[in-house]
């Protein structure tokens, strides 16, 4: 009895600890990433790494100036396209969508938000690269499109968590329902679209196989929409698997600027969600006191 | 008297009028992504029609892929993407549910949030990024001892065969598993956190360990939530393609050695684009529908499974 006690209380501790160990085996990944990226890609970096244009190996200051260039050429872009159609489809899946399109939207948007990114270029390559070539309009495009799913999920959340008394004491004071979605809802749930809107723009920073098949690649500073245009996911890949050891160091210090943009974005979101969090928890408790107090 | 009721009428209508077209306007944009969607799905088989004209049902079973003779078929890459995804999904699921169970059973409150924050950072780092780092670090592990070790143990199974050489379907597979266990371990999590409380106090009232309840009242109770997160990382790890497409070798070959090099649909897709043109276009398009068509059904399946628990997959992310 006492030996089956036992056995069973060591059962225990050791699925625990297994338990544990799948989390550290997770995180080895995570700070061998980091720390290879740090200690591989700080070298490289001076000023004229990040102001000049690429040029082939061995040439003097070589950079990834263009590079950084397209990369924010193309999120401003996609940004430009992708956010305006997120917010608003969320804003109607939040707002109007008690009903079997609106169920439908949300449906596909949960499909494309895990979509491969890959089948997303083709299908900006065949709209757009068939008919001008490869070009900043057709990666930005493909990454508006990534965009869309997940700036519409989070402005949908966000939105959700704005009380239903606002909406009616908007309405109770005569004001249109759409006045009321625009200027009180929209506004109460400010800060949750712009977390959404920053969490797309660091998902779409870091995206290459859209790349490879609309924007290219350029080694020149370019930044007209209907020619190809460099972005630093590509100065990597093409860069990581060269046999030049400075090309290769060139990869790694693109590796450093993309994964300290994209992972500082995550911390940001963190940050703001957190905050707001904490907003939720203490209006939700200040209710319940007054439900409370009333009682 | 007659007059301010009349003026309070229309301006009620035109309010209502306004309503209705903000209304409409924003349906139309919703309705608009989804239809500009599916016409270019519509477009991309039309962009592949002359493959699929030229081979027809061979080009899902026969396995020559060939630029000399112009001859494009899809099974090398098919296989290639069944071999890598199941790699990720072995190595990777157990870990995720691991983690999924430490955080939402036994980790204390306060490490609970930074922990997940921390599995979640593993979605955001770009998939290029992986690919780098697997090139570099993890290749000469795999090379030194991970891959001899395999060949000494296991190496009369057909899946080890071959030389250590670290660029194979193997790197490729542990790097899927690294980067679907975000996306698993959330979503188990979700569905452990849902089950109630007083599953879990049932099984400890009878005297049950912690382990035991977990095991009993938890697991089987989030079995399906579970299941679908599987099939969501099982998508995730079919679509993804830069890390794939630096580590797998690019050998357009069917092998069943995870120390042969090897192709997938994406990194096929990818690792041609430039120099294609002509039928081979056509076929790497082909190859893009079949793609889309597998992922389409695992994710559909996920959504059906795990229903809204989906949106637990980290968005965070540097993209794939």
């Not at chain 2, 090398?76 to 790699?87: H, Q």
């Not at chain 2, 979640?120 to 670090?137: D, K, M, Q, R």
Request: proline share 4%; charged share 15%.
């Amino acid at each position: 009895m006492r030996s089956y006690r036992s056995r069973r209380k060591w059962k225990n501790r050791i699925a625990s600890l297994l338990a544990l160990v799948c989390v550290l085996v997770a995180l080895v990944p995570l700070v061998s990433i980091l720390m290879e990226v740090v200690s591989r890609g700080a070298p490289a970096i001076d000023w004229a790494f990040l102001t000049e244009r690429t040029k082939s190996s061995g040439a003097p200051d070589s950079g990834i100036g263009n590079a950084i260039l397209g990369s924010l050429l193309l999120v401003m872009w996609a940004s430009l396209i992708g956010l305006p159609f997120g917010i608003l489809t969320g804003v109607y899946v939040s707002e109007y969508g008690d009903n079997w399109f609106g169920r439908t939207v949300r449906f596909f948007n949960d499909i494309l938000a895990n979509f491969p990114s890959v089948v997303i270029g083709l299908f900006a390559y065949s709209l757009i690269v068939t008919v001008i070539g490869f070009s900043l309009i057709s990666g930005a495009f493909a990454l508006a499109i990534i965009m869309i799913p997940i700036v519409a999920n989070t402005t949908e959340d966000a939105l959700r968590m704005v009380p239903n008394s606002l909406r009616e004491a908007s309405l109770a004071l005569g004001v249109p329902r759409w006045r009321t979605v625009l200027k009180v809802i929209i506004s109460n749930g400010r800060s949750g679209l712009v977390t959404g809107a920053l969490l797309a723009i660091a998902r779409v920073a870091g995206e290459t196989a859209p790349l490879i098949l609309t924007s290219f690649g350029n080694n020149f500073w370019e930044t007209g929409l209907t020619e190809p245009v460099a972005a630093l996911p590509l100065v990597i890949f093409r860069n990581a698997m060269s046999p030049y050891a400075d090309l290769q160091e060139q990869a790694w210090g693109a590796a450093l600027v993309l994964i300290t943009m994209v992972l500082s974005l995550n911390v940001v979101v963190r940050l703001l969600t957190r905050k707001r969090m904490k907003l939720y928890k203490a209006v939700k408790k200040t209710w319940k006191e007054r439900l409370s107090l009333n009682v | 008297m007659m007059r301010p009721t009349r003026k309070h009428g229309s301006r009620r209508s035109r309010a209502s009028l306004e309503d209705k077209l903000f209304k409409y306007s924003v349906m139309g944009i919703a309705a608009l992504v989804l239809a500009l969607l599916w016409s270019l799905v519509v477009k991309l088989v039309f962009d592949a029609q002359t493959s699929i004209e030229t081979f027809g049902i061979d080009f899902l079973t026969s396995t020559i892929w060939d630029p000399n003779r112009d001859l494009y078929t899809a099974l090398p890459f098919i296989f290639g993407t069944l071999m890598t995804s199941a790699v990720a999904i072995v190595i990777g699921v157990p870990i995720s549910i691991g983690i999924a169970i430490y955080l939402s059973e036994l980790a204390p409150a306060w490490i609970r949030e930074p922990l997940s924050f921390l599995i979640e950072l593993l979605a955001a780092v770009p998939s290029v990024i992986y690919g780098l780092w697997a090139i570099y670090t993890l290749r000469p592990v795999l090379t030194g001892s991970v891959e001899p070790f395999l060949m000494d143990a296991l190496g009369w199974t057909p899946f080890f065969e071959g030389a250590a050489f670290g660029i194979d379907k193997l790197a490729s597979g542990i790097i899927l598993a690294v980067m679907i266990i975000p996306t698993v371990a959330s979503v188990s999590k979700e569905s452990m956190m849902a089950v109630p409380d007083s599953q879990r106090e049932a099984a400890l009232s009878l005297g049950a360990t912690k382990y035991e309840s977990t095991r009993m009242a938890v697991l089987s109770y989030a079995r399906s939530g579970i299941f679908g997160a599987t099939i969501l990382g099982l998508g995730r790890a079919v679509g993804e393609t830069m890390a794939v497409t630096m580590t797998i070798g690019n050998a357009n070959i069917i092998s069943w050695s995870l120390l042969d090099p090897g192709q997938t649909m994406a990194s096929v897709i990818a690792n041609n684009w430039g120099e294609a043109d002509g039928l081979m276009l056509s076929s790497l398009i082909e190859i893009g529908v079949v793609l889309f068509i597998v992922a389409l059904l695992i994710n559909v399946c996920a959504r059906l499974m795990v229903g809204r628990v989906m949106k637990a997959v980290p968005m965070t992310g540097g993209g794939l």
